[in-house]
């Protein structure tokens, strides 16, 4: 069974860098066919994708947030990352990471649980 | 961007009604459709996939339909753990846009 789990801070200055991490299990993040995604959920709204990154390092960020993102993967702890750099109010959201399954009508087949981020000096 | 219009934006139902929810593609996405679940305070789970193809230990009450611009997921027989919010996206784009969601409640 593929399990992700997000970690990171969930409180965040206005203007710094927030930093999340996903950790995959039950499969590899190496793995043929798949992505491994970033979308954001504010508070009562609904899902917003911020990009992927395959495990050779290609990245979709979304263009309306591409200035600030980055994203990374560490194959051999089998985890991938985002960094959103200064970040707003608007920026409060549950953050989700995902795999994205490729090949006809790609889709999210698994999810973490989500990580409450709140942005608040 | 391809943008994704569900109907209704909400409705009420009672147990072992015929559910049917409605997506909009805002251009021809083809079979490029997937539908997701989430229940209050849990992440998304993915019900159906290229329109119609249901996802491994989803219950066959649900089901899709469609193809190009218009699309459908019927829930026959609304059982009480359905009461949750779903979701459309489109997968034919590079960013796979959601639609804003239908949150099905109890009469």
């Known amino acids: 069974q593929v399990q992700l789990q997000e970690s990171g801070p969930g409180l965040v200055k206005p203007s710094q860098t927030l930093s999340l991490t996903c950790a995959v299990s039950g499969d590899s993040i190496s793995s043929t066919g798949y992505y491994w995604s970033w979308i954001r959920q504010h508070p009562g709204k609904g899902l917003e994708w911020i990009g992927y990154?395959?495990?050779?390092?290609?990245?979709y960020y979304n263009p309306s947030l591409k200035s600030r993102i980055t994203m990374s993967v560490d194959t051999s702890k089998n985890q991938f990352s985002l960094k959103l750099t200064s970040v707003t109010a608007a920026d409060a959201a549950v953050y989700y990471c995902?795999?994205?399954?490729?090949?006809?009508?790609?889709?999210?087949?698994?999810w973490g649980q989500g990580t409450l981020v709140t942005v608040s000096s | 961007d391809i943008q994704m219009t569900q109907s209704p934006s909400s409705l009420s139902a009672s147990v072992g009604d015929r559910v049917t929810i409605t997506c909009r593609a805002s251009q021809n996405i083809r079979n490029y459709l997937n539908w997701y679940q989430q229940k209050p305070g849990k992440a998304p789970n993915l019900l159906i996939y290229a329109v119609s193809s249901l996802q491994s230990g989803v219950p066959s009450r649900f089901s899709g339909s469609g193809s190009g611009t218009d699309f459908t997921l019927t829930i026959s027989g609304l059982q009480p753990e359905d009461f949750a919010t779903y979701y459309c996206?489109?997968?034919?784009?590079?960013?796979?846009?959601f639609g804003q969601g239908t949150k099905v409640e109890i009469k």
């Open positions: 996206q489109q997968s034919y784009s590079a960013l796979g846009t």
């Open positions: 990154i395959y495990h050779s390092g290609s990245t």
């Open positions: 995902a795999r994205l399954k490729s090949g006809g009508s790609s889709c999210l087949d698994y």
